[in-house]
């Protein structure tokens, strides 16, 4: 289907959520939400962003840090009024959240009572972060940002109006304008957006994926199809909103009419608690990456299997190793499990069905063949432009609705299509890394830890911890003493560590980080990456 | 080694401080960690720290949310591991 023939229903609309009455949208624990009420809640949140003079189509962030109902209500007001929604990080600093409300030009905010500090900072962060974003056009400063306020199931709190005072940045809804262009420069788009998403940019600042109502159309028709979603279903709450994942959390569970179980983030701090989590909220699928599903696994008794309620279970984000994959396997006997693969800019884009028969004797697991909407190719790495038509290995390039821009996207993964018409991944083109899923540009850790003024050069690897997994070490180049103030301090790893977390989110920030005067070189003169991750 | 809960409670301060949150102000013992900034990969690198620093072996199993979800209920957790003869 091509954009232009979308259905009206490809949006989410609240006449849609309300018609479904008495079913249940949102359950906890401990309390649960119809979806009669969800639409009226997300209405009111609408409601309350017109009051504060939001126009309709614009950017508004959105910021949960107790991860309640608020969440989904916020989402359905916000996008159900037909604006575009800006997921902020709960647990990245004050001031990256604050350049990234200011570069996206978001005049309101939608947030819980639990994220009132983190806002208050957000605020207080605005002056730096607007000199930072040296673009006169777009950014409107945190400090004439709408505010709504919402408890825990989502009722509205407390709305601040727009400084009337504040100019309009006048931003449209449409990703050819330039709200989106302070950060980095994306190719014009035509479509109407849901949301636009941030990952790790290789130069140094947040990369801004615009999502189009096309592509989640096209996205959550299959997904739902794929796992045959339906009324009953129970739907688990897992991925950060700023993940892509959480996008079928919310979005397939609405559009089935199932229901969303909401779980706080401590129960997915320990595979203890999520284990408990599970067995009193049990939900039929789950959508998450590998590292969850193992600590998991690590967490339950000896031959206890999970609730047989568990009847789909989906992965992405990173490779799942085989023999993690089995013990999973083994502890939720009658599940259907997926692998889903694709970068953020074209969603998912290559699905595999694990097959239980012969998954003793995989070594890996494929990504599988393209999704129905996913036109994907392989193009030979030797620059020559061919594309492989059967077996071989080469760069993957998608295109398709999901897809930024409609495509073709270059994806920077190597991707082999095997004797068996399968495709699996082999690794990246370029320094890209997955830190439990997340995205992790090396470039821009190593350009945040060149802001410090002690740091001549920096580079960042990642390492294999036996007990951690993957995680980051960075290795910088200072300057010489006599170069530096003379009040400054003692730079170590510590110091720098903390410049970094008052910049990055956590999973960005290094575990070490060695202080040297050179940076190790290869012959010809190049950085030494291999030499840094061995040290 | 035997140790005492407030040096435990001290070590954990630091390193929760210095290591994982990287803050700049000390942490109250009461203080919510989760709304802190712990999250699940912090959490794991304080339970390694842990079992580093005091040789013990915490299992995935004994691992209760609730009872790391501040420094004193922590610094509790740890002691009870490392006290020999704990049930």
């Known amino acids: 289907m091509t954009p232009a023939q979308a259905p009206a229903g490809s ?18 624990r401990s309390d649960a939400l119809s979806y ?31 991860r309640g109902f608020d969440e989904a209500v916020a989402l359905a007001g916000i996008l159900g009024s037909g604006r575009v929604v800006v997921p902020l990080d709960a647990g990245a600093p004050a001031a990256r959240l604050s350049t990234l ?83 980095s420069p994306l190719s014009p ?16 600042t947040p990369k801004p994926i615009p999502i189009t109502w096309a592509g989640l159309d096209a996205f959550t028709a299959w997904a739902v199809a794929l796992t045959a979603l339906a009324p009953g279903d129970r739907v688990l709450r897992v991925a950060e909103l700023v993940f892509d994942l959480a996008w079928f959390d919310h979005l397939a569970t609405f559009r089935a009419g199932a229901t969303l179980v909401t779980l706080a983030r401590r129960d997915l701090a320990a595979g203890r608690s999520l284990r408990d989590a599970l067995a009193t909220l ?70 595999h069905a694990v097959d239980r028969a012969t998954l003793s004797a995989e070594r890996e697991v494929p990504i599988g063949i393209p999704c129905p909407y996913a036109a994907c190719t392989l193009l030979a790495d030797d620059g020559s432009g061919r594309l492989i038509e059967g077996p071989g290995t080469g760069e993957l390039v998608v295109s398709g609705p999901t897809t930024i821009g409609g495509g073709p996207y270059p994806t920077r993964d190597r991707v082999e299509r095997g004797a068996d018409g399968l495709l699996y991944f082999r690794g990246r083109l370029d320094r890209m890394v997955k830190i439990r899923g997340y995205r992790v540009e090396p470039g821009e850790v190593e350009a945040a830890l060149t802001e410090h003024p002690a740091v001549r050069q920096a580079a960042v690897v990642p390492v294999e911890d036996p007990r951690l997994g993957r995680v980051l070490r960075g290795c910088v180049a200072i300057e010489a003493p006599a170069k530096q103030e003379p009040s400054a301090t003692t730079i170590d790893g510590q110091v720098l560590r903390r410049h970094l977390a008052e910049r990055l989110p956590p999973y960005m920030v290094p575990e070490r980080i060695d202080i040297v005067h050179d940076l190790p070189r290869t012959v010809t003169g190049k950085i030494d990456y291999r030499a840094i991750a061995g040290a | 080694m035997p140790v005492t809960p407030d040096e435990v409670q001290r070590v954990l301060h630091d390193h929760l401080v210095n290591e994982i949150l990287l803050r700049r102000t000390p942490l109250g013992p009461d203080e919510d960690l989760f709304e802190a900034g712990l999250d699940s990969m912090a959490l794991t690198r304080v339970l390694v720290f842990v079992e580093d620093r005091f040789g013990i072996r915490i299992p995935d ?7 790391l979800s501040t420094l004193a209920r ?14």
């Open chain 2, 61 to 67: 199993e004994d691992v209760v949310v609730d009872e």
């Open chain 1, 36 to 66: 009669a009420a969800l639409a009226q809640r997300a209405g009111a949140v609408a409601e309350a962003l017109t009051r504060a003079g939001v126009r309709a189509g614009a950017p508004v962030a959105l910021l949960s840090a107790g």
């Open chain 2, 74 to 87: 922590m610094a509790r957790f740890v002691t009870a591991q490392a006290t020999p003869g704990r049930t």
């Open chain 1, 189 to 204: 788009l035509s479509e109407p957006l849901a949301c636009i998403l941030h990952t790790s940019g290789s130069t140094g």
């Open chain 1, 11 to 28: 949006r989410l609309r609240l006449e849609s959520l309300a018609a479904r009455g008495d079913a249940e949208a949102l359950v906890s």
């Open chain 1, 282 to 351: 049990k939900p039929t699928v789950i959508y998450g990456v590998p590292s969850l599903f193992m600590k998991l696994v690590a967490a339950l008794p000896p031959g206890a299997l999970l609730d047989p309620s568990l009847r789909v279970i989906l992965f992405a984000g990173e490779v799942f190793p085989p023999r993690e994959l089995r013990a999973l396997a083994e502890r939720a006997p009658t599940a259907a499990l997926y692998n889903l693969y694709g970068p953020t800019e074209t969603n998912v884009c290559t699905f």
């Open chain 1, 101 to 183: 409300v200011a570069a996206r030009g978001c005049r309101a905010l939608v947030h819980d009572a639990a994220a009132e500090a983190l806002v208050a900072a957000l605020i207080a962060a605005s002056p730096r972060a607007t000199d930072a974003v040296p673009n006169d056009a777009a950014p409107s400063p945190p400090s004439v940002l709408a505010r709504v306020t919402l408890d825990a199931t989502g009722e509205v709190l407390a709305v601040q109006a727009l400084d009337a005072t504040a100019p309009d940045p006048d931003v449209p809804a449409r990703s050819t304008d330039a709200a989106l262009s302070p950060l």
